[in-house]
């Protein structure tokens, strides 16, 4: 079956840096679009970064636009997301979710892992 | 970039009673709306895409309606399992935001 499994969460200082993966199974990565979506504490959900099957096309949303890198090595079914310049607004659980593209280029998000928590704090 | 707005923020409903959950789009999205249900320390669940195609394993008394800019979630017999949250999410371009929820609770 599909499975998500993100790592690499936990605490760092502000301005610090911190990379988060999402490992996958049960489906071809190469295939599929990937996108990270962060919910913060008691908040909604945020997309925030998408990346295509062969990782040339990424986006992101403007909270996170020049700090955040994602990036994929779909030989080791991963994707995963390069955070820097952190501050406290990105403290947040951040899920990795596999993206079914429709509409005009945007997706909707059919399987998403567990989630990790990045906490942001001195 | 499109702004999707969920009403009411909070829907209290008696188990076995029919929800009803509204989202609207700030731009006409045709039928490119995803809605997810999010059980406290769950991820979220793909409910229905397309705007009204359930996704695989949903059950039958969730039901997805509406294009253009106006969409409805209704849930026929509110079971036990089902209080929780609800989000809307456009998908008609990018970026593809997310609705700020409605939490369906108990009454």
């Known amino acids: 079956q599909v499975q998500l499994m993100e790592s690499g969460g936990g605490l760092v200082k502000p301005r610090g840096s911190l990379r988060v993966s999402c490992t996958v199974s049960?489906?071809?990565?190469?295939?599929?679009?990937m996108s990270w979506i962060r919910q913060a504490p008691g908040k909604g959900l945020e997309w925030i970064s998408s990346?295509?099957?062969?990782?040339?096309?990424?986006d992101y949303a403007d909270s996170v636009k020049g700090r955040f890198i994602v990036s994929r090595v779909n030989a080791n079914n991963s994707v995963y997301l390069q955070m820097n310049s952190l501050t406290a607004d990105d403290t947040a659980v951040y899920y990795c979710?596999?993206?079914?593209?429709?509409?005009?280029?945007?997706?909707?998000?059919?399987?998403w892992g567990q989630g990790t928590l990045v906490t942001v704090s001195s | 970039e499109i702004v999707m707005t969920q009403s009411p923020a909070t829907l209290s409903v008696s188990p076995g009673e029919r929800a009803t959950l509204s989202c609207r789009a700030s731009?006409?999205?045709?039928?490119?709306l995803a809605w997810y249900q999010q059980r406290p320390g769950q991820p979220p669940r793909l409910l229905i895409y397309?705007?009204?195609t359930r996704a695989t394993g949903i059950p039958a008394r969730f039901r997805g309606s509406g294009s253009g800019t106006e969409f409805t979630l209704t849930i026929s017999s509110l079971q036990s399992e089902d209080f929780a949250v609800y989000y809307c999410?456009?998908?008609?371009?990018?970026?593809?935001?997310f609705g700020q929820g409605t939490t369906v609770e108990i009454k």
């Open positions: 979710a596999r993206e079914m593209i429709g509409g005009q280029g945007g997706g909707y998000f059919d399987n």
């Open positions: 049960g489906f071809r990565l190469s295939e599929y679009y």
């Open positions: 990346i295509s099957t062969s990782g040339s096309i990424t």
């Open positions: 731009q006409s999205i045709s039928s490119n």
């Open positions: 397309a705007a009204s």
């Open positions: 999410q456009q998908y008609n371009n990018r970026p593809q935001p």
